[in-house]
T-cell receptor
Framework: DAGVIQSPRHEVTEMGQEVTLRCKPI?????LFWYRQTMMRGLELLIY????????DSGMPEDRFSAKMPNASFSTLKIQPSEPRDSAVYFC????????????FGEGSRLTVL | GENVEQHPSTLSVQEGDSAVIKCTYS??????FPWYKQELGKRPQLIID?????GEKKDQRIAVTLNKTAKHFSLHITETQPEDSAVYFC???????????FGAGTRLFVKA
C-alpha cells in the first residue's frame, strides 16, 4: 500500500487566500484524522471522521477552517481566508476502525501564509 | 477532555546511556497509550504502544510502563544510539480508540 497520501507537500500563499489540503487515507481504513503541528502547540487534533462522518471537530480553531470527507478515499481541509498564524505542518492520518488504534500518518503539508 | 502532559521537553544523553520520558494523562477512560517517534522533517511513526490491561511491554531496547492508578506512563530507551535522536511523543486514546491526544513532545539528543 502507498500509505496515506497528502497534497500539496508545500504551499506558500498570501494572507486572505483560500487554502485546500487533500488527503487519501489507506484503503480499508475507516477513521481519518487531521492534525496541525507547530513548535508552540505541538500536535493538535483538529477533527476526525469515522466512516466518512465527522465525529469531533472541537479542535478546529475557528470558522475559517472546514473539513470534508465526501467518500472513504478522500478528505479535504480548507482554510478560508488564511492568516499568517495558520502557518504549520498539517498531517492527515488514518486508522482501521477495528484496529489497534495506531495512527498512520501522511508526510504532511507544510503551509506558509505570508 | 483528555490532557496529556509530557516531560522533559528536551533530553540529552551520552551514547550508551538510558533515556526516560514520562507522561501523565487526565481521562481515566483512556485505554491505549502509543509512543511515536518523529525524525526531523518526517512524519510521526509508532514505535511501541501499551494497553490499559498491561503494566509493561518491551521491544528490544525500548520499553513502556503504565500505572493506571496514577495515570502515568513512561518510555524507556536503553543503550541509546545516535540514530535514536528525534522527537518522541506520548499519546492517550479515548472514545473507543478514536480520539488520540498527544503530549507536547520530548526532543532527545544522543551524543556520540
Amino acid at each position: 500500500d502507498a500509505g496515506v497520501i497528502q497534497s500539496p507537500r508545500h504551499e506558500v500563499t498570501e494572507m486572505g487566500q483560500e487554502v485546500t489540503l487533500r488527503c487519501k487515507p489507506i484503503s480499508g481504513h475507516n477513521s481519518l484524522f487531521w492534525y496541525r503541528q507547530t513548535m508552540m502547540r505541538g500536535l493538535e487534533l483538529l477533527i476526525y471522521f469515522n466512516n466518512n462522518v465527522p465525529i469531533d471537530d472541537s479542535g478546529m480553531p475557528e470558522d475559517r477552517f472546514s473539513a470534508k470527507m465526501p467518500n472513504a478515499s478522500f478528505s479535504t481541509l480548507k482554510i478560508q481566508p488564511s492568516e499568517p498564524r495558520d502557518s504549520a505542518v498539517y498531517f492527515c492520518a488514518s486508522s482501521p476502525l477495528q484496529g489497534t488504534g495506531e495512527l498512520f500518518f501522511g508526510e504532511g503539508s507544510r503551509l506558509t501564509v505570508l | 477532555g483528555e490532557n496529556v502532559e509530557q516531560h522533559p521537553s528536551t533530553l540529552s544523553v551520552q551514547e550508551g546511556d538510558s533515556a526516560v520520558i514520562k507522561c501523565t494523562y487526565s481521562d481515566s477512560a483512556s485505554n491505549y497509550f502509543p509512543w511515536y517517534k518523529q525524525e526531523l522533517g518526517k512524519r510521526p511513526q509508532l514505535i511501541i504502544d501499551i494497553r490499559s490491561n498491561v503494566g509493561e511491554k518491551k521491544d528490544q531496547r525500548i520499553a513502556v510502563t503504565l500505572n493506571k492508578t496514577a495515570k502515568h506512563f513512561s518510555l524507556h530507551i536503553t543503550e541509546t544510539q545516535p540514530e535514536d535522536s528525534a522527537v518522541y511523543f506520548c499519546a492517550a486514546t479515548t472514545s473507543g480508540g478514536f480520539k488520540t491526544i498527544f503530549g507536547a513532545g520530548t526532543r532527545l539528543f544522543v551524543k556520540a
